[in-house]
């Protein structure tokens, strides 16, 4: 995500950081450079140019352009404003009512249907006990869809085939889902290309009834200020609580993400990153501050794999490493699991110094088809072979070609590289390299 802001963020502040002394003129290059790449990436124009003038102001300082390192400093300033524009942490926020009514309101297209499976997936993993009620009766197929997507969760679904009063279903939902004692109803309500009145008091209605204690905004992040400007509207005539920004992952400038919050005073609270039932996150400014400027996010990944893998099985990792004992087993087991975390790319966007390095990686790199060969490959091993890829032989190169459908020269290349990463490894655990070493082994 944000990959051609990031990039010329990137290079715009890099500029600064190579300089031991600052001027004003230095300053005043960058920022322009900065104001560049952010209305190119779509950014309502007013936010870039209030974010502008006070990163001017603060750099300008003169304990700034005076202390050890000035290009640290501004990008410091850059990261703290860059997060303010984004926004405060909000999360999900009940009312005495039982059960408590989250209601998604949003354009066609946005995704809602989708989202409303996958912010029940991600509620149910906190311990509430939920309902989805699918009250889009304009769209053909949304009750089905929301059905299918229902069962594939696990999360009940409420319906009624031949009403089509949208009020009488929200009504007989609640109750339903009051008599089946969950914590929270998600309604899918329906929507329209364009922004009408008729939806406008038809959700406004909606709301009343359902005394919703959440009222979210599903808006696409790929349309830019069209998404500014629903959110605007959607908020004055209805009343928002809150933001759900999808395909956000898809989205390579991140103009909506940056403005939407300053434009309406409405906060994000999830982003969408994927199509899977579990490619919700909460959102964090700080963080996708730090991702947008190359920081990585150590704190998601953290949590993207403890919850992805568990806490025990980082620990036994962690063993194997610090022993020495680190295997092609192993190795097939951490592939596995890091398929469950995300994408090699999204994984990377995480990690502190690699946005540089993932541009200059090809596409095939960070393609799920090189891992799916590595697998293969180890996969035709016997059980020794992997403990001890050193008896591999000439002989033994062939059958595990054969087997896995790759040629030698895959093999030698696996091999030579699991080599390599085992060597790094022990010397990460041991303190000997930093970013640098695990730039090396990554590649």
């Known amino acids: 995500m944000f990959e051609i802001l990031s990039e010329k963020l990137n290079s715009a502040l890099a500029r600064l950081t190579n300089k031991g002394h600052l001027t004003e003129k230095n300053i005043e ?18 936010v870039v140019k209030d974010f502008v003038s006070i990163i001017k102001e603060r750099a300008l300082n003169t304990e700034i352009l005076h202390s050890l390192n000035p290009g640290q400093q501004v990008v410091k300033i850059v990261h703290e404003e860059l997060t303010k524009i984004l926004g405060i942490t909000s999360s999900i926020t009940g009312n005495s009512q039982i059960p408590n009514v989250l209601m998604l309101v949003g354009l066609q297209g946005s995704g809602k249907t989708t989202t409303a499976a996958k912010l029940a997936a991600y509620m149910r993993e906190s311990g509430n006990k939920l309902l989805l009620i699918a009250a889009d009766l304009r769209r053909l197929g949304a009750v089905e869809q929301l059905i299918a997507l229902g069962n594939q969760i696990d999360v009940p679904v409420f319906y009624e085939n031949e009403s089509n009063n949208v009020n009488k279903v929200v009504i007989n939902g609640i109750n339903r889902g009051r008599e089946l004692g969950v914590d929270w109803v998600i309604l899918d309500t329906g929507g329209r290309i364009h922004l009408d009145q008729e939806l406008m008091g038809e959700l406004s209605e909606l709301k009343s009834i ?37 395909k956000l992952d898809g989205d390579a400038r991140g103009g909506a993400a940056l403005s939407i919050t300053s434009v309406t005073g409405v906060p994000i609270k999830f982003i969408g990153v994927g199509e899977k039932a579990d490619a919700l996150e ?7 501050a730090s991702r947008i400027l190359g920081m990585g996010d150590v704190l998601s990944l953290i949590e993207k794999a403890q919850s992805a893998i568990g806490k025990e099985e980082i620990s036994k990792f962690e063993q194997k490493i610090k022993k020495a004992n680190f295997n092609l087993e192993d190795f097939l087991n951490q592939i ?104 090396n082994m990554i590649r």
């Open 210 to 246: 359902s005394n919703s204690s959440e009222t979210l905004l599903v808006v696409d992040a790929m349309t830019g200020q069209i998404a500014v400007e629903a959110a605007k509207e959607f908020d004055k005539k209805i009343g928002l609580t809150g933001l759900i920004m999808t």
């Open 29 to 46: 290059d960058t920022l322009r450079n900065v104001r560049l790449a952010l209305l190119e990436a779509d950014v309502n124009f007013r």
């Open 282 to 288: 909460p959102f964090y400014p700080d963080r996708m």
């Open 336 to 439: 596995q699991q890091m398929k469950k975390i995300g994408s090699f790319s999204q994984i990377l966007d995480m990690i502190p110094g690699f946005a540089s390095i993932k541009t200059k990686m090809s596409v095939e790199d960070v393609q799920a088809n090189q891992l799916n060969k590595v697998e293969a490959i180890i996969n035709s091993m016997t059980l020794e072979e992997r403990y001890r890829p050193e008896i591999i032989n000439g002989s033994r190169r062939k059958r595990i070609a054969f087997g896995s459908g790759c040629t030698i020269q895959d093999i030698n290349q696996i091999l030579n590289q699991f080599k390599y990463m085992r060597k790094m490894m022990k010397k990460l655990a041991s303190g000997k390299k930093g970013i640098r070493g695990l730039s």
